[in-house]
């Protein structure tokens, strides 16, 4: 029977949606740039690490470490060189330079790399497949991806309620203005949350490209899906971005496995029905700003 | 203490100050006094060199100094680090964190835990309200209170130099004269310096000990707040209270400050 191999699948790309939703929703909560340029620049720091182990023949870890670590440094690059020198921006503005940023990144990763497909394998295998309870199959990637997500998200939760700099996060998003008398350098706090989300957004691109493959272009399609989970979930609430991407998951591979022909354009048929309905998505607070 | 010299602040191409000095001497309060659009808030901002951001040379002329030391080209994080503690108009807490999370928000340039600690006990005495509401989302109280909050949170940066922007805006008459007390406590008690820009010139004037009036990005008057009580001017455009045929007055007191 495979509802339930539909459901740990759906539920393990789902959580791949949630956690690329999340590198969306740290930058839009803090600087309230809807990032279109997130799914190349993780597209980019997992060719890196994909670099480093083909041709220098790096082990697994090292080279994830390195990439994440290019993916900090790329973070703070597209922030300091694409978003700052835009003084008073409109959000159109924004829109249509990280768009830029997104072909600008593509456009080297196609002439570095080529545009072939290229198999990027981590240590879980998704061909690896685990009967834990008779009847659930689960592979090794599937379990991989739900550690990883679980460790981050607990990692986020803590980060933000109780260390510094988290704080210092959160007060940024809600009033940059008040932030700045607090003697918070927000400056450093828009640059740090751009890396961050470029850490967990190639984080969750090597889980994808794991399952699926690797080209200039194989983070679209999860950017989009990504992008929907957390436009489902209120593009602010981390939560939410989570159910959101869980959502995603399982319609897709719900409504993929009934219908096969229609499968890339179910999330959007939903996003847009929930938009209907909830127009601050699903789990949005609100708190009118002042102008 | 303070001492502003001659700044100037553009919007655009419209002068919002137009050369202003004062002076601030260590204990005192300070109140700083005008009608809407007179710069208030405006030479607040340019003391915290909030208008930083959008252009590099601000303010485009005069100095500040604080503490014999210049800070018209220090980045905001070091003035406070000096300490110019800043309750913003309207208060602007932080809507989304707890109480206690916009209080500590407020000792984020310090680093001895201790001192801050002792910093907390301290703006909880002074605002009992706060420690009851320790947990609650700040953006769900009420404005008395947000302003309790925005004031304390001030303090924990334990500011030599207080500067409040309105700490009576939308609040009741008796709420006002609460949070005054609690202003005049901190001067007296914890020798914080205070700057106090208000709108409401009779409370100001009954809570400072020098007051200087600012009028169209200009200081027009300075003086203590009982000469400045008994002046005609101030007593019939600030305090309301009318000697003489209105429209005629103010056209005189209109022509007496233009040419000054």
């Known amino acids: ?63 994830f470490l390195v990439s994440l670590f290019f993916a900090a440094v790329l973070g703070v690059f597209v922030e300091f060189f694409f978003i700052k020198p835009a003084k008073n921006p409109t959000l159109l503005g924004l829109i249509v330079i990280t768009i830029g940023a997104q072909l600008l990144l593509g456009g080297l990763a196609g002439w570095k790399w080529t545009a072939d497909q290229q198999a990027f394998s981590i240590p879980f295998s998704y061909k690896v497949i685990y009967e834990p309870i008779p009847g659930f199959h689960i592979s090794q990637w599937a ?19 109780f260390t510094k700099l988290g704080r210092a996060m959160r007060a940024t998003q809600q009033n940059k203005h008040a932030a700045k008398i607090m003697g918070i350098k927000t400056d450093r706090v828009f640059a740090f949350s751009w890396a961050f989300s470029s850490v967990i957004g190639v984080t969750a691109a090597m889980l994808i490209s794991a399952r699926t493959i690797l080209d200039p272009d194989f983070m679209m399609e999860p950017f989009l899906r990504a992008f929907a989970a957390a436009v489902l979930g209120g593009l602010m609430s981390i939560p939410g971005v989570l159910i959101g991407g869980g959502i995603m998951g399982l319609l897709e591979n719900f409504f993929g496995y009934a219908f096969p022909s229609w499968k890339p354009i179910t999330a959007f048929v939903v996003i847009v029905l929930v938009l209907c309905v909830r127009p601050s998505g699903l789990f949005a607070k609100h708190y009118v700003k002042k102008v | 203490m303070l001492k502003v010299n001659n700044i100037e602040t553009w919007y655009d191409l419209i002068r919002a100050l137009h050369g202003i000095s004062f002076e601030i001497n260590k204990g005192d309060v300070v109140a700083l006094l005008g ?42 994080d070091e003035i406070v680090k000096m300490g110019i503690g800043y309750v913003p108009e309207g208060r602007e807490v932080f809507p989304e964190l707890t109480v206690l999370e916009n209080i500590t928000i407020g000792a984020y340039t310090r680093k001895d835990r201790s001192g801050v600690k002792s910093d907390l006990e301290n703006v909880f005495h002074h605002f009992p309200i706060l420690k009851e509401r320790n947990s609650q989302q700040a953006g769900l109280m009420s404005g008395g209170e947000q302003q309790m909050l925005a004031i304390g949170r001030a303090l924990m940066s334990r500011p030599k130099l207080l500067m409040l922007d309105e700490p009576s805006l939308g609040l009741s008459p008796i709420l006002t004269q609460e949070i005054f007390g609690i202003i005049k406590n901190i001067n007296e008690k914890d020798g914080v310096t205070v700057l106090l820009v208000e709108q409401n010139v009779n409370m100001a004037l009954k809570y400072s000990h020098f007051a200087y009036l600012l009028e169209n990005g200009r200081i027009v008057r300075a003086d203590k707040p009982d000469v400045l009580r008994e002046d005609e001017d101030i007593k019939e455009f600030y305090l309301g209270i009318a000697t003489e045929e209105s429209v005629k007055g103010y056209k005189r007191y209109r022509r007496k400050v233009r040419f000054r």
């Open chain 2, 35 to 76: 009608s809407n659009g007179a710069g208030k808030t405006t030479t607040l901002k340019t003391i915290m060199r909030l208008f930083y951001d959008l252009k590099e040379e601000q303010p485009e002329k005069g100095t500040i100094e604080f503490l014999g030391e210049r800070i018209d080209r220090k980045a905001t």
């Open chain 1, 1 to 63: 029977m495979p509802f339930k191999q539909l459901l740990i699948e759906g539920l393990a790309m789902g959580a791949c949606y949630g956690l690329f939703g999340l590198a969306v929703v740290i930058i839009y909560k803090t600087s309230e740039v809807v990032n279109f340029a997130a799914g190349t620049m993780a597209m980019f720091s997992t060719y890196v690490a994909f670099h480093v182990i083909t041709l220098y023949g790096f082990p697994f870890w090292l080279a």
């Open chain 1, 143 to 161: 379990i991989a991806v739900f550690v990883i997500a679980f460790i981050i998200v607990t990692f986020l939760f803590l980060f933000f309620k």
